[in-house]
């Protein structure tokens, strides 16, 4: 092909001559009175996007008669001519569809129905390419109908625990604890805008200047946050905490190495017993996934209530009720947070409470429910040790504004809380248990804790994975007194136990 007999590109007038006549959906889903035209046949599809080539894009030579040279094959960025086909494409599916009735009809139908629409609207469009590239845009298009667009390709894949969207053209994956930037982007940040409020739109929440911070949770549990303008300088921000439909068990964190088969045991007998338990970590660490394995120990007979500001927990027990804390509307009324929430699941005869995270000052409602027969409850808190974990509930509880002296806070956190948990993610992505420590009361005004197990870091490998051990700390644990008066038994050469991890 010559230079100058290269493929006419659809004009934008031919467009909206065309976006008239585009085909209905077989079917209800389709408006009536709308009418495919007849087309001449369509030519093959030469390699690559005419008008609109693939993402790569590379320098090409061209030649004229007896003149060849190097140019560029566009001016406009390919990703941008590629974006406006599919808008293009949405747009003109959105005229014909009939929302009100696809919302009515298996999704499987619709699923169908719409990809057949999408392909004929390519038709019209003109544009000659392959067929990988019509599936293609036929997929993403049904992503943006019927899904979270671009995201959805992350959102299949399990491997992913966080999906981090720094603007529209920058998405970052954790992917076994490693980040890394993909290849997925936004058309702009209109388009980011609108799947955010699709996403909060779902759990009955908004966001907008008035409210421009929002959680929120995905269908399948994962952990949503959102911030736009003017907050966000940049453009919206989002990030998702995967937590999906599978929920990790004791099993699968004996076989990730992230405690030793003794610890859990005795994790188990703590939980039979009642043994209130505060779960400590950073961010990331794997608190929730945590509470969720120790929560299998729990009887089933047991009346166990959640409180949440984003509901994540996955609890096993078929006694479970769970309660979701809601924001205020637009004018600063009903909303209902964490405190509310515990007094109202007090009064509902609760054998455990398991407060998602303590944020405020519910927790000194917390520390009175388990001062008060609610034994067995359990929590997670922000922290880097069992030690700053009670420095962080201490300050919560201050919160609160009642002038309770410190002392009398340290005495009830003392009294309240048995056994601390502590989760880390450390520098090789892995998420281990580094400490399980019991409370023994209070000593110069500090709660006094000692470990009873712990992960004792050695060094790194050549390819940069942690080396340690899990051990015993060699101290017999006071609680063991609580096993045998409930008639659970632990065997005590567990304590003997050994777990080398990469050495």
């Given at each position: 092909m010559g230079f100058n007999d290269r493929p006419e590109v659809p004009r934008p007038e031919d467009a909206q001559k065309t976006s008239s006549e585009a085909p209905p959906l077989r079917g209800p889903v389709v408006r009536p009175g709308i009418h495919r035209p007849n087309l001449p046949p369509r030519p093959a599809p030469p390699r690559g996007l005419v008008g609109k080539p693939l993402p790569q894009v590379e320098k090409e030579k061209v030649s004229s008669g007896s003149m060849s040279m190097s140019t560029p094959v566009a001016a406009v960025r390919p990703s941008d001519r590629y974006f406006e086909l599919k808008s293009e494409i949405h747009k003109k599916l959105i005229g014909v569809l009939n929302l009100d009735r696809v919302s009515s009809i298996p999704k499987d139908r619709v699923r169908a129905e719409i990809g057949r629409v999408v392909e004929r609207l390519l038709e019209d469009e003109r544009v000659p390419m392959t067929m990988s590239e019509q599936n293609k845009i036929v997929e993403e298009v049904l992503d943006e109908v019927l899904g979270l667009g671009p995201l959805e390709t992350l959102l299949k894949e399990s491997s992913i625990s966080d999906i981090l969207v720094n603007g529209y053209n920058k998405v970052y994956i954790e992917r076994g604890g490693k980040l890394a930037l993909t290849q997925v982007r936004f058309k702009?940040?209109?388009?980011?805008?609108?799947?955010?409020?699709?996403?909060?739109?779902?759990?009955?929440?908004?966001?907008?200047?008035?409210?421009?911070?929002?959680?929120?949770?995905?269908?399948?549990?994962?952990?949503?946050?959102?911030?736009?303008?003017?907050?966000?300088?940049?453009?919206?921000?989002?990030?998702?905490?995967?937590?999906?439909?599978?929920?990790?068990?004791?099993?699968?964190?004996?076989?990730?190495?992230?405690?030793?088969?003794?610890?859990?045991?005795?994790?188990?007998?703590?939980?039979?017993?009642?043994?209130?338990?505060?779960?400590?970590?950073?961010?990331?660490?794997?608190?929730?996934?945590?509470?969720?394995?120790?929560?299998?120990?729990?009887?089933?007979?047991?009346?166990?209530?959640?409180?949440?500001?984003?509901?994540?927990?996955?609890?096993?027990?078929?006694?479970?009720?769970?309660?979701?804390?809601?924001?205020?509307?637009?004018?600063?009324?009903?909303?209902?947070?964490?405190?509310?929430?515990?007094?109202?699941?007090?009064?509902?005869?609760?054998?455990?409470?398991?407060?998602?995270?303590?944020?405020?000052?519910?927790?000194?409602d917390m520390l009175q429910a388990m001062n008060t027969g609610v034994e067995g409850s359990m929590s997670t808190v922000h922290a880097n040790s069992p030690r700053d974990a009670f420095s962080r509930l201490e300050a919560m509880i201050l919160m609160a504004d009642l002038q309770i002296p410190t002392k009398v806070i340290l005495s009830q956190l003392a009294s309240a809380i048995k056994l601390v948990v502590q989760v880390s993610r450390l520098q090789d992505g892995s998420r281990k248990i580094i400490n399980i420590s019991e409370v023994l009361g209070v000593d110069h005004d500090r709660v006094h804790t000692q470990d009873i197990f712990l992960f004792e870091r050695i060094g790194v490998t050549d390819t940069g994975k942690v080396q340690g051990r899990f051990r015993w700390s060699g101290v017999r644990p006071k609680m063991m007194e609580r096993f045998r008066m409930a008639g659970v038994t632990f065997d005590e050469n567990l304590f003997n136990e050994t777990l080398d991890v990469n050495l």
């Open positions: 702009d940040n209109a388009h980011l805008l609108h799947i955010i409020e699709k996403i909060v739109s779902q759990v009955g929440r908004r966001i907008d200047e008035a409210q421009p911070i929002v959680d929120a949770r995905l269908l399948d549990g994962s952990r949503v946050n959102a911030i736009i303008p003017p907050l966000a300088i940049d453009g919206p921000s989002l990030s998702i905490r995967r937590f999906g439909r599978h929920v990790v068990t004791s099993d699968e964190m004996l076989s990730y190495k992230s405690l030793m088969p003794s610890m859990l045991k005795f994790l188990a007998a703590c939980a039979q017993v009642k043994c209130t338990a505060l779960i400590s970590g950073g961010t990331g660490s794997g608190k929730t996934t945590t509470l969720n394995a120790l929560s299998r120990f729990i009887p089933e007979e047991e009346r166990i209530i959640t409180i949440e500001d984003t509901a994540e927990l996955q609890l096993q027990q078929r006694h479970v009720i769970k309660f979701e804390t809601r924001p205020p509307n637009l004018n600063k009324e009903g909303g209902i947070n964490q405190r509310a929430l515990v007094h109202t699941a007090l009064r509902m005869r609760p054998d455990r409470i398991i407060i998602g995270e303590c944020r405020g000052a519910e927790a000194l």
